[in-house]
């Protein structure tokens, strides 16, 4: 996100910044918790615990949202080129991406588990998806 990598410096370091971030397409936030301290919490605690967390990854990501196009503006005038991975690019590595997940489940079962449970998620989510959002090209 730009707005991280305004704060890491990454304008000091580089001269490009190519989107999507195959790597990354979320920024996922996780808070650990001791499982035995966790079972000895309260209802209401943990419903604190987890209201907290919601409103905070709720806030980062609006955040985010906000601030990330006026520092990707400001990157750019201060000379960091902000393009676009090619189409046939992210095509193949989406194939090559695809390759390495299905190898991995193969050889792992816990793996091959979140896996499946993932692609299940996928296959439902794009009849949502699909048809849900303004094309961005609108």
């Given at each position: 996100m730009p707005a991280i990598d305004q704060i890491?410096?990454?304008n000091q370091?580089?001269?490009?910044?190519?989107?999507?971030?195959?790597?990354?397409?979320?920024?996922?936030?996780?808070m650990l918790i001791n499982?035995?301290?966790?079972d000895k919490t309260t209802d209401a605690q943990?419903?604190?615990?987890?209201?907290?967390?919601?409103?905070a990854t709720t806030l980062g990501l609006a955040e985010g949202e906000y601030k990330n196009g006026k520092v990707l503006a400001e990157f750019q005038e201060k000379g960091v080129q902000a393009d676009q991975i090619p189409r046939d690019v992210?095509?193949?590595?989406?194939?090559?991406t695809e390759e390495v997940l299905k190898?991995?489940?193969?050889r792992d079962a816990d793996f091959k588990r979140?896996?499946?449970?993932?692609?299940e998620f996928l296959e439902t989510y794009e009849v949502w998806d699909t048809?849900?959002?303004v094309p961005s090209d609108l």
């Open positions: 890491l410096g990454f370091v580089v001269k490009y910044n190519l989107f999507p971030g195959w790597h990354q397409q979320f920024t996922a936030q996780y499982k035995d301290q966790w943990k419903a604190l615990v987890e209201a907290s967390c919601t409103a992210l095509k193949e590595l989406q194939a090559v190898e991995e489940a193969s979140v896996y499946e449970s993932q692609n048809r849900a959002y």
